[in-house]
């Protein structure tokens, strides 16, 4: 089945510096892919999506990558800030690619001023 | 415009009783989903309407869970009778498209504990 791994432990970075996420799935190519955020008590936000034709895609401080050879995405937060503190979520969509997500477990980053 | 709003926020019931969950969409969403969080794992798909119509409920765990989604417009999840292992965060969110138009609008999730 479907999978998609995160690193399970938090990242703890300095303000300014550049936090980098992964995330790898494996047993199947899904057509694109999302990253979202996600604040204690609130549902996730989205913030980006990629897909498999392009090796990376840009918004303000954040650029996300896709390697479909590696399985891997990687997600950028450039100027980390503390307002930057939050669980990123991986989510591509089911092998139907028609409308549901698979969630990895998330990346909790704390920025550190 | 108005974001994707779930009620209750919380909801405390006993081993046995009946839950019911409400969704409202994003005026317009065709696509309504709704997943869920149990404590420690990720968050997992249940199902999917477009408009009144289920287009997969692949992830609903068992008979117990019931979803409707009457007119096309705002959508209901009943558990009947709850157990213990229910207890989680029940998110709902709603989209325009499909596929490479899938922006997901999430509401903030209804908790949920069985005791």
């Known amino acids: 089945s479907q999978k998609i791994e995160q690193n399970s432990e938090a990242l703890n970075i300095q303000e300014g510096k550049t936090a980098t996420l992964t995330c790898n799935y494996t047993n199947y190519s899904p057509a694109y892919l999302q990253w979202y955020r996600q604040d204690p008590g609130r549902g996730p936000v989205f913030l980006l999506l990629i897909r498999e034709n392009e090796k990376e895609k840009r918004k303000e401080r954040l650029k996300v990558t896709f390697d479909t050879t590696l399985k891997q995405s990687l997600f950028h937060i450039t100027a980390s800030q503390p307002a930057d503190s939050a669980t990123y979520l991986c989510a591509p969509p089911g092998s139907s690619n028609t409308g549901k997500l698979i969630f990895g477990q998330g990346t909790t980053l704390q920025v550190k001023p | 415009e108005a974001g994707v709003t779930q009620f209750p926020s919380h909801s405390v019931i006993e081993k046995g009783q009946t839950v019911t969950l409400r969704c409202d969409p994003i005026s317009g969403h065709d696509n309504l989903y709704w997943y869920r969080r149990v404590m420690g794992k990720e968050i997992k798909f249940l199902l999917h309407?477009?408009?009144?119509?289920?287009?997969?409920e692949s992830g609903m765990p068992n008979n117990r869970f019931l979803a409707e989604r009457t007119g096309g417009t705002y959508s209901t999840l009943k558990v009947q009778p709850a157990e213990l292992e229910d207890s989680g965060v029940y998110f709902c969110a709603s989209s325009k498209g499909q596929g490479l138009t899938n922006e997901q609008f999430f509401g903030p999730g209804t908790r949920l504990t069985v005791l």
């Open positions: 309407f477009v408009k009144e119509s289920k287009q997969d």
